[in-house]
């Protein structure tokens, strides 16, 4: 068997990645409705313009939501999972609800994976909820991380909702994930 080249993922992600409303989890006017938005840099600091996030997240009382239909959204359904591209300035956003904790004890948060030009694979990553320090720091994921570099997987908050940054590489680099099962199954 000989060795092939590698091929990183994207840039051309808005060919069959993009539906409509992929991004909104629930519709902007739903009263519980949140904005989940920030934006994706490289290692330089400059926007990524072309990276693509996707979120699963549980409902509000923590339920992890299994049905189909996240692909066509029928305007009343929450799947709890969506995608969000970027914009020129490296900008993302989602529509959609707090997560509730799936577990009693344990902090609410969205799992993430982005998709970026210059990738060789996906990155995983997870956004926390700010605010309840007590369950942050009893948390199993974040309590696996440096202490300096856990809050680059908590949120902030602002008018809207939520802000979140992924930084792929330097100063105050998002932490990723890896998921040692997932990597073997494509092994």
């Known amino acids: 068997m000989s060795a ?3 091929q990183t993922v994207g840039p051309f992600f808005h060919l069959g990645l993009e539906f409509p409303g992929m991004n909104e989890l629930v519709p902007p006017g739903d009263p519980r409705a949140i904005r989940l ?3 994706v840099y490289d290692g330089a600091g400059a926007p990524i313009p072309d990276a693509v996030l996707e979120i699963w997240q549980p409902d509000p009382r923590g339920h992890i939501v299994r049905q189909p239909g996240s692909l066509r959204r029928d305007g009343w359904s929450f799947t709890g999972w969506g995608r969000a591209g970027t914009d020129p300035d ?3 956003q989602f529509t959609t609800l707090e997560p ?5 004890g344990r902090a609410p948060f969205f799992a993430v994976t982005v998709f970026a030009r210059g990738l060789l694979d996906r990155l995983f990553t997870r956004i926390y909820l700010p605010g309840d320090d007590e369950l942050l720091a009893a948390d199993t994921v974040l309590r696996s991380v440096a202490p300096e570099r856990r809050g680059t997987l908590i949120a902030t908050r602002d ?3 939520l802000v979140f940054d992924v930084r792929l590489q330097g100063e105050d680099e998002t932490v990723f994930l890896t998921y040692p099962r997932l990597r073997d199954a494509w092994a």
């Open 4 to 6: 092939v080249p590698g």
């Open 100 to 104: 509730g904790p799936t577990e009693e």
């Open 90 to 92: 490296g900008h993302y």
């Open 37 to 39: 938005h920030g934006r």
């Open 159 to 161: 008018d809207d909702g």
